[in-house]
């Protein structure tokens, strides 16, 4: 009689979550950024291809706008069993925003142009060792949107806009494995993999008066298909066998957001506007994760997200000191569509409270340089990860700083 | 000034980036942990592994313990180390390859290829008194026995002669140098392990501990238990009092089948012309109920209930007809009547613990209903845990004791039973960071 071994704990993947609330980057424009991240209904500049591109034909001109930011994101996690706090190492991830675009000739009722912007993506270092490493030990991701886009002026009030999305990404998990080698050192999941995906961004804008105007976008879901992803396993070669190294595929909804937006000139120097999103986060109902090579251990991943259909507010002000010198400020309130028991360490995800500040200089009158600061926090989120059995039970707390810099010019 | 003022803003901006969470600093509640001492056998020591080994005393429970105790008052916590790690007086077990009668190569548990250190069975009571006095191999009955060190050293287990300052004196005296204001006493399992991993050879009750180990009367049980506890608490000290597994649930029982005897028609017949039919032994193609023998010695096909140890000569069972031709050995099988008497003991020792503790007002800690959550299967933060050998996550190779792991699970349900006792907020262990069974 043999004794055959087999790992009687299975890998238990969560990853790709990471494309949740927690990783959606509103910082398509550094104006708008500064302005809580509002823009559905003024077009600022070249931005507006992904704020509204119904806003395009109304610039006055082709415009190039670019813009780098820099996120530095911290979560905490406290343990309420082990009183332990954890926090995620120091990173800084770098999105940035191309757009070239405007009518096509001076007067023109038509307009074109192209946007590349990061709307997804960041990262988290957890301790190798810290409690939640069989959930997760880092993860990061990253993706792109290019989106070539025309945009048609009806009439002095109304303007439509439409664009087609093509996405593409990759991202890196890291998860250990509860199998000790011979110095007591778990194994290790890495999973790698490039996706892609399409979609498309609708636009219409409204100008009521010089005073008044509305925006409305619907930008659609893109699914990030992940077609052939690397699946290595760091193991002790005894048990090698039951974690082989494979490919992986994965789909990862990113999801649709309907906007409509307000901006309104009380006084002549002042610019409030408001954008309300409606996300779309139910799409993301399950994970998946299905292996070409299978064992008793590494068996495909279906984990249930049952995420929840979002509303977030947008709130933001420009302020024209001068014909060259003007400031932003504002605030959003973006709530987290994971239900209470889905907070799992991937994306400590709660409600986000978000504050920015900005500044525009304008040296020359075709020239624009601005500068704007994000923050955000959410509430302190107690959860216990609820995957049939009670773990990681504690409290999480995200706040990310998210300073950028930008130029726009008009040609 | 305004440059300083500027610097300081932006000091305060980068500190606001940062989360500040929180968790209550943990209370002591109404004990006192400043000198915790640890009283109990292999368990206690941090025997895995089937050895006492210098990694397994710095993975025992008492250690977790001692750790957490640190966080409401507790002090310095002296356990009587070994220099090797190789293990105390025969190898640990490793996994490792190994090759069958029939040529098949498998990871198996095997002895530690390295030398046993000798040298450390010379004495280090000078280091002592020691706050972990846990003896592998020690029975609550030998407790309160004068010499007990020099009789289990003379014996081949020199365990407690290499730390007691007094060997001619009770394994109680040694306890007691050490002045505890909290102790833990998981005493009680050998009373009653011994005689069932010895395939329940020995007499039901008796003191004997060889060739056989008998099961402890409860009465003599139950005599010791309270000179241990009542000598413990005489200085005012409290603590908590373990119960003791019910033993047939731990891998070292489970984990060979009873019906691992796959014949073919021809092997079975020929069987059946063979015994013709005495106690009822009846073969069919297929898988079968091995032939062991009873506590008698007679042959008869084992019965669900009853086990199969994990000691058992693997190849005798593959190539020397172990099981069918020839019966098992009783020595590694535990009958219906045996498991009845172990399980008889373990409910009378149990009430024995419980009533103590009660009677002393003292936490009573139900490890026999956590083992047998653990047993069952439980998840921890992401890991999953149970009684499978080798996989389940919280067992050593011997079957018996427990990995790293599973000592700190252990600590944390201690822990749970503490603060329900006496109020205070001590915090669990992070068990995951300890390593379960390590493969090659």
């Not at chain 2, 250190?117 to 280091?127: C, G, V, Y």
């Amino acid at each position: 009689m043999k004794r055959l071994f087999s790992i009687g704990t299975a890998l238990t993947l969560f990853a790709g979550t990471a494309f949740g609330a927690g990783y959606q980057l509103n910082l398509q424009g550094l104006r708008q950024l500064g302005m809580g991240g509002s823009g559905t209904a003024w077009p600022w500049d070249a931005s507006t291809i992904f704020y509204n591109p119904g806003g395009l034909a109304r610039l006055d001109g082709i415009q190039a706008s670019v813009s780098g930011l820099m996120i530095i994101p911290t979560v905490q996690f406290a343990q309420a069993s082990t009183g332990n706090v954890y926090t995620t190492q120091s990173q800084q991830f770098y999105p940035f925003n191309v757009y070239v675009g405007g009518p096509v000739m001076k007067g023109s009722k038509l307009a074109v142009g192209v946007g590349v912007y990061t709307p997804f993506g960041s990262g988290l270092t957890w301790d190798n060792n810290w409690a939640g490493k069989y959930f997760i030990q880092s993860i990061y991701l990253q993706s792109i949107f290019i989106q070539p886009t025309a945009s048609y002026r009806i009439n002095d009030i109304v303007s439509v806009g439409a664009g087609f999305i093509y996405a593409f990404g990759n991202l890196e998990v890291k998860q250990a494995i509860p199998v000790s080698n011979e110095n007591g050192v778990d194994g290790q999941a890495d999973l790698k993999g490039n996706a892609n995906g399409t979609g498309y961004n609708l636009g219409v804008q409204l100008k009521a008066s010089d005073k008044l105007q509305f925006g409305l976008t619907y930008r659609s879901q893109v699914n990030m298909k992940v077609k052939s992803g690397n699946a290595n396993f760091n193991v002790p070669s005894s048990v090698a066998s039951s974690f082989p190294n494979t490919n992986f595929t994965s789909q990862l909804p990113l999801p649709q957001v309907a906007s409509v937006g307000v901006g309104y000139k009380p006084i002549k120097k002042l610019t409030l506007q408001l954008d309300i999103n409606f996300i779309g986060w139910s799409a993301y109902d399950s994970l998946k994760f299905d292996f070409s090579k299978q064992t008793a251990e590494l068996k495909n991943q279906h984990a249930p997200r049952l995420y929840q259909n979002t509303v977030a507010f947008r709130l933001g002000g420009n302020y024209d000191f001068s014909k060259k010198f003007s400031a932003m400020a504002g605030a959003a309130y973006d709530p987290t569509p994971v239900h209470d028991g889905f907070v799992s360490p991937e994306l400590p995800d709660a409600d986000r409270i978000v504050l920015t500040c900005g500044v525009a200089y304008s040296p020359i009158r075709k020239l624009t340089v601005m500068a704007a600061l994000e923050y955000t926090t959410t509430a302190k989120r107690n959860s216990i990860y609820n995957d049939g059995n009670l773990s990681l039970d504690g409290q999480y707390q995200t706040k990310a700083l998210t300073p950028g810099l930008g130029i726009n010019y008009n040609f | 000034m305004k440059k300083i003022y500027s610097v300081g803003l932006l000091v305060c901006l980068l500190a606001a980036c940062k989360p500040d969470l929180k968790t209550s600093a943990p209370k002591p509640g109404n004990a006192d942990f400043s000198v915790y001492l640890a009283v109990g056998n292999s368990l206690t020591a941090g025997y895995a592994d089937n050895s006492l080994y210098l990694t397994g005393q710095q993975n025992s429970y008492p250690l977790r313990l001692s750790e957490q105790f640190k966080l409401v008052g507790g002090g310095a916590f002296k356990q009587p180390l070994l220099m090797s790690d190789v293990g105390l007086p025969s190898q640990k077990l490793i996994l490792g390859l190994s090759t069958s009668c029939l040529g098949v190569t498998s990871l198996s548990p095997i002895p530690d290829p390295q030398p046993v250190n000798w040298a450390d069975t010379a004495s280090i009571a000078a280091q002592g008194p020691f706050n972990n006095v846990g003896v592998p191999g020690i029975r609550c009955i030998d407790y309160i026995v004068p010499g007990y060190a020099l009789l289990a050293k003379a014996g081949g287990i020199p365990y407690a002669s290499r730390f007691f300052a007094n060997p001619a004196a009770r394994p109680l005296d040694e306890a007691l140098r050490i002045k505890a204001t909290f102790f833990t006493c998981w005493l009680g399992s050998n009373d009653v392990l011994l005689y069932a991993t010895d395939g329940g050879q020995g007499n039901d009750p008796g003191t004997n501990v060889k060739p056989y180990a008998d099961i402890s009367a409860p009465a003599f049980f139950d005599a010791a238990y309270n000179i241990v506890i009542d000598s413990l608490t005489s200085n005012g000290a409290k603590g908590a009092l373990m119960n003791i597994p019910d033993v047939t649930a731990i891998p070292f029982f489970t984990t060979v089948p009873i019906n691992a005897l796959v014949l073919r028609k021809g092997q079975a017949d020929s069987l059946n012309a063979a015994y013709q039919g005495l106690n009822g032994i009846r073969f069919a193609a297929g898988a079968n109920n091995f032939v062991v023998q009873d506590h008698n010695g007679v042959p008869k096909q084992i019965q669900q209930g009853e086990y199969i140890l994990l000691t058992v000569p693997q190849d005798s069972l593959t190539c020397a007809g172990w099981g069918s031709l020839k019966p098992i050995p009783s020595q590694y099988v535990l009958t219906s009547e045996e498991v009845a008497n172990v399980k008889a003991a373990t409910l009378a020792y149990n009430t024995t613990i419980q009533t103590t503790a009660t009677n002393h007002n003292l936490a009573y800690i139900d490890m026999n209903s956590y083992l047998k959550t653990l047993t069952a299967g439980i998840t921890f933060d992401g890991a999953a845990y149970n009684a499978t050998f080798v996989t389940g996550g919280a067992f050593s190779l011997d079957g018996v004791h427990l990995t790293p792991r599973g000592y700190a699970l252990a600590a944390n349900f201690i822990i749970q039973g503490i603060n329900a006792k006496y109020s205070s907020t001590i915090p669990a262990v992070d068990a995951n960071k300890y390593s379960g069974v390590k493969f090659p």
